[in-house]
């Protein structure tokens, strides 16, 4: 069976991994995959094909920074939206198809699209080859006027219009024009869901423009080769990444204090509140890019807290952090995952979350971990207070509820079967 995946996001960095892990996986159990994606390939594999070479890539990349210095648009970036007319296609489907040299898929999984292809072009190829659709939720953007996260506006669930993210007054903006568009493509395809977490799924369930349309939910893959915990020697990992062995260690990613969805204030919050408490032995693991005030700002935590900046960390080290690591706080307020919790998870470490996203499903109170039904300091606070209250027994015991998870939702032996049972009984059924 062939397989088309299409995605925007380029497949081997940061959330577009998750396209080149699909791919692998789909491989594993003997498709015949491709992904298309706008960007340049940077590796030799010729199952990755790409619409724009790598002067096209620059071009492109140098003119929408030009225009974006010199002409910026006013909009509230918070819902991750800049007020685009998705009703015009980028690249003309002829042209998409002339660059896949005749491979002609059973099916399509469609990721991520903005900024590539559109609902028209996903249209006009699932037509062209008589195939079905398949579009696996990674946000919310696909079900709305363009939004990726619409906190609590819910003009998704009707007809948009009257935007905040562009502070749009009128009930027919570009918005209502964008989802009204899409309803009318949607209703012709052959198109099925494939949810990635409960939150997506109450999400899509709400939607105008999904409601109707079926759906499995199935976790995202994650390459379980690199994120486990059998390969990694945990007191040798300590010692490359200076971490202090007897102090218990938490992860955070750092993240811009002005990005509110990803919530690092509350963090903060609930660090000044840890710091006055008596005993606190905690070592705090940052990994990824810290800007001068946010060093600033942790640190102010220090002598209480040990600071250990990681940098940025690719995958391989990723994994190796995870497992020197006693919890991974995700700060997320708005979110409809993140990965690292599914990340985490597989490697045996406990999840601190507030209750959205993939922690509703993967993050149990006393079980994997601490999930907060309330979002705000004090509730992280207490969350981390009574992590740090276990008895070193008591937190062994969530690593190994964590692996059990891990090996009954999270390899990709589990989500590939599943993906491929759904597949085939789909594709029976069309046959029929």
Same mark, same amino acid.
């Given at each position: 069976?062939?397989?088309?995946?299409?995605?925007?996001?380029?497949?081997?960095?940061?959330?577009?991994?998750?396209?080149?892990?699909?791919?692998?996986?789909?491989?594993?159990?003997?498709?015949?995959?491709?992904?298309?994606?706008?960007?340049? /390939?940077?590796?030799?594999?010729?199952?990755?094909?790409?619409?724009?070479?790598?002067?096209?890539?620059?071009?492109?990349?140098?003119?929408?920074?030009?225009?974006?210095?010199?002409?910026?648009?006013?909009?509230?970036?918070?819902?991750?939206?800049?007020?685009?007319?998705?009703?015009?296609?980028?690249?003309?489907?002829?042209?998409?198809?002339?660059?896949?040299?005749?491979?002609?898929?059973?099916?399509?999984?469609?990721?991520?699209?903005?900024?590539?292809?559109?609902?028209?072009?996903?249209?006009?190829?699932?037509?062209?080859?008589?195939? /079905?659709?398949?579009?696996?939720?990674?946000?919310?953007?696909?079900?709305?006027?363009?939004?990726?996260?619409?906190?609590?506006?819910?003009?998704?669930?009707?007809?948009?219009?009257?935007?905040?993210?562009?502070?749009?007054?009128?009930?027919?903006?570009?918005?209502?024009?964008?989802?009204?568009?899409?309803?009318?493509?949607?209703?012709?395809?052959?198109?099925?869901?494939?949810?990635?977490?409960?939150?997506?799924?109450?999400?899509?369930?709400?939607?105008?423009?999904?409601?109707?349309?079926?759906?499995?939910?199935?976790?995202?893959?994650?390459?379980?080769?690199?994120?486990?915990?059998?390969?990694?020697?945990?007191?040798?990992?300590? +010692?490359?990444?200076?971490?202090?062995?007897?102090?218990?260690?938490?992860?955070?990613?750092?993240?811009?204090?002005?990005?509110?969805?990803?919530?690092?204030?509350?963090?903060?919050?609930?660090?000044?509140?840890?710091?006055?408490?008596?005993?606190?032995?905690?070592?705090?693991?940052?990994?990824?890019?810290?800007?001068?005030?946010?060093?600033?700002?942790?640190?102010?935590?220090?002598?209480?807290?040990?600071?250990?900046?990681?940098?940025?960390?690719?995958?391989?080290?990723?994994?190796?952090?995870?497992?020197?690591?006693?919890?991974?706080?995700?700060?997320?307020?708005?979110?409809?995952? /993140?990965?690292?919790?599914?990340?985490?998870?597989?490697?045996?470490? /406990? +999840?601190?979350?507030?209750?959205?996203?993939?922690?509703?499903?993967?993050?149990?109170?006393?079980?994997?971990?601490?999930?907060?039904?309330?979002?705000?300091?004090?509730?992280?606070?207490?969350?981390?207070?009574?992590?740090?209250?276990?008895?070193?027994?008591?937190?062994?015991?969530?690593?190994?509820?964590?692996?059990?998870?891990?090996?009954?939702?999270?390899?990709?032996?589990?989500?590939?079967?599943?993906?491929?049972?759904?597949?085939?009984?789909?594709?029976?059924?069309?046959?029929?």
């Amino acid at each position: 069976m062939k397989v088309l995946n299409i995605s925007a996001a380029h497949p081997y960095k940061t959330a577009g991994i998750v396209v080149a892990d699909c791919h692998q996986m789909l491989r594993d159990h003997q498709y015949e995959s491709k992904i298309l994606t706008i960007y340049a /390939p940077e590796s030799n594999d010729k199952n990755v094909i790409s619409y724009q070479n790598f002067f096209e890539n620059r071009f492109e990349s140098y003119s929408n920074r030009f225009l974006g210095k010199f002409f910026p648009k006013t909009y509230n970036t918070v819902y991750y939206y800049e007020g685009s007319d998705e009703t015009i296609p980028k690249y003309n489907t002829k042209s998409i198809i002339r660059r896949l040299n005749g491979f002609q898929p059973d099916v399509i999984i469609v990721y991520f699209i903005y900024g590539f292809v559109n609902i028209q072009n996903i249209y006009e190829l699932s037509k062209y080859w008589n195939v /079905p659709v398949f579009w696996y939720l990674m946000d919310m953007r696909a079900m709305t006027g363009g939004c990726a996260y619409t906190w609590a506006c819910e003009g998704y669930q009707n007809q948009c219009g009257k935007c905040p993210a562009i502070a749009s007054t009128e009930a027919n903006d570009i918005t209502a024009k964008n989802l009204a568009y899409a309803k009318n493509l949607v209703a012709q395809m052959d198109l099925t869901l494939i949810i990635a977490s409960e939150q997506l799924r109450l999400e899509a369930s709400k939607s105008s423009l999904f409601r109707d349309k079926k759906f499995y939910k199935i976790f995202c893959p994650i390459n379980d080769a690199i994120f486990n915990s059998e390969q990694y020697d945990r007191p040798a990992l300590k +010692v490359k990444y200076k971490s202090v062995s007897n102090k218990r260690t938490l992860l955070i990613g750092a993240v811009s204090l002005k990005e509110k969805r990803k919530g690092f204030h509350l963090l903060l919050g609930a660090l000044e509140k840890l710091i006055k408490e008596q005993d606190v032995n905690v070592e705090l693991l940052v990994a990824g890019h810290v800007s001068e005030v946010l060093k600033a700002t942790l640190q102010s935590f220090v002598p209480k807290v040990t600071i250990n900046y990681l940098g940025y960390l690719n995958y391989n080290q990723l994994a190796e952090v995870f497992n020197i690591t006693d919890a991974f706080i995700s700060t997320s307020v708005m979110d409809s995952g /993140p990965m690292m919790i599914n990340q985490s998870i597989l490697c045996g470490t /406990p +999840v601190i979350a507030f209750d959205i996203g993939i922690a509703k499903d993967l993050v149990v109170s006393g079980k994997t971990g601490y999930k907060m039904d309330e979002i705000n300091e004090n509730a992280l606070f207490q969350a981390i207070l009574d992590f740090l209250k276990l008895s070193e027994g008591a937190v062994q015991q969530l690593r190994r509820n964590c692996i059990e998870l891990g090996k009954q939702e999270l390899t990709s032996k589990v989500i590939g079967d599943k993906i491929d049972k759904m597949l085939r009984s789909n594709l029976q059924n069309v046959s029929k």
